[in-house]
């Protein structure tokens, strides 16, 4: 997975807006400080321009598509996408509808994924549920928002995470990539 979300761990405003993330008020500037010496942070933690040429899938839900349908380009060009959702109709044909994440599973079984990208507060929490997500990078926005769609919601168990790479921006964004831990 990979998202963005504030400080306070929002991905979006209470009503779905995400312009503070794409198009922030003027404010602070920002420098990216010299990272410490060490395992943890001597690499860089993806940004979007590393991660979306990496992955051949994705796996959103309703509401980050019609989200997403607001921009003025399709952002997925040539990927397989597809869509968590028990009403939506196939009309759109860059993207396949799933009623169900086991529906969303053999599909990407069939197709032969390889990389896939999980989009969405829900359908990531989804994942994480059936242990279906193994790397994480987010990105923490130099904004407190208040209240918002939270980033992760219940899980039925602890999820350990290990960080492998973490670097701040120019624009003030805390990147952090963790690799999901399985003991064993």
């Known amino acids: 997975m990979f998202i963005a979300a504030s400080l306070d761990g929002f991905i979006a405003r209470p009503d779905g807006a995400i312009e503070w993330l794409t198009d922030p008020a003027p404010g602070p500037r ?36 019609e989200k997403v349908l607001t921009f003025e380009e399709w952002p997925y060009e040539g990927l397989g996408v597809i869509v968590l959702s ?30 896939v990208y999980v989009d969405g507060g829900r359908v ?13 990078t987010l990105a923490w926005a130099p904004v407190l928002l208040g ?4 980033l992760f919601g219940p899980l039925p168990r602890d999820t350990r995470l290990e960080l492998v790479a973490s670097h701040t921006g120019q624009n003030g964004l805390v990147h952090a990539t963790y690799r999901v831990y399985r003991p064993g």
């Open 30 to 65: 920002h420098h990216a400080p010299e990272a410490p010496a060490g395992p943890s942070t001597s690499a860089h933690a993806l940004e979007w321009e590393q991660f979306l040429p990496s992955i051949d899938h994705l796996v959103m839900g309703r509401g980050t598509y």
């Open 86 to 115: 028990t009403a939506l109709e196939a009309e759109d044909p860059r993207i396949t509808p799933a009623r169900s994440l086991e529906e969303a599973v053999a599909l990407l079984d069939a197709r032969g994924a390889r990389q």
């Open 124 to 136: 990531i929490q989804s994942f994480l549920c059936e242990d279906l997500i193994d790397e994480i």
């Open 147 to 150: 209240s918002g769609l939270p």
